[in-house]
C-alpha cells in the first residue's frame, strides 16, 4: 500500500491567506494538532497549535507565522511504512504528501497509517494487537484482562497513552497472545468497549518486527 492510498480527502490544506483562528478551528474540526499550510500548490509546512497559542499568533493572517516541518513529508509513491516512520520520528499527527512535481497532493492521519498497518495481510502470525479508547474513569486492566481470558487468551502486554482524537478519554493497546481476535471483540464490544485498531504480529520478517515495534513505540508516547 503506498501513500496516495491514505490521502485523507476531508483536510484540506491552508493558504497563507487564512487566518490563525480559522487554523484552530479547522484543528478542532478534524482533531489534529497540524495543519499543512501551502501557497500555489507549494507545500510550505506545518502549523500547529503552539505556534498559535503559545506564541501569541491568535487573529493574525498565517503570513506572518514561520511555519516548522518544511521538510517533513513523504512522496506519493511511498510505501505507507515510512508514513509510519516519518510520524513517529517527528511526532506529528498528519503527515503531508507530495507528487512528482513537488506539489502538494495531500495529507495522511496517523489514524490512517495504523487502520493501514492493521489491514497488512503480512502481518500475520505470533500475536494479535487490540488498541481501545475509553474514558479514564473507565480504565481497568483486571476487568478488561478478565474478559480477554473468558475467551482462552491472555494479555502479555498492555500500553497506556493519551486517546489525540479526545482529551477526555486515554489509548490502550493490548498485545495478546492469539492472533483470532473475533470472539474478544464481541466481548469487549459487548461491555461497550471501543476498537479502534486491530492487527496481528509477524515473527517471520524482521523489517515487519521492527515497524511493528515502532508503531508500539507511537502509540505509546
Partial sequence: MIAEELINPMIP??????STEKAVKWMEEFRVNQLPVVKNRHYLGLITEDDI????????????????YDDVYVMYNQHFYRVMEVAIKNKIQVVPVLDEHQEFYGVITVNDTIAAFGQMS????????LVLSMPERDYSLSQISRHVESNDA??????????????YKIKLTLKINTTDLT?????????????????????DNQADKDRY???LKYLNM
Fill in 13 to 18: 490544506p491552508l493558504k497563507l491567506s487564512d
Fill in 213 to 215: 515495534d515502532l508503531l
Fill in 183 to 203: 470472539r474478544i471483540i464481541a466481548t469487549l464490544e459487548r461491555f461497550d468497549y471501543r476498537i479502534i485498531a486491530q492487527f496481528q504480529e509477524t515473527s
Fill in 154 to 167: 491472555k494479555i502479555l502486554s498492555a500500553y497506556v497513552s493519551p486517546d489525540e482524537m479526545d482529551p
Fill in 122 to 129: 503480512a502481518l500475520q502470525g505470533q500475536g494479535g494487537i
Fill in 53 to 68: 497559542i503559545e506564541k501569541d499568533h491568535n487573529y493574525q493572517s498565517l503570513e506572518n507565522i514561520k511555519f516548522g
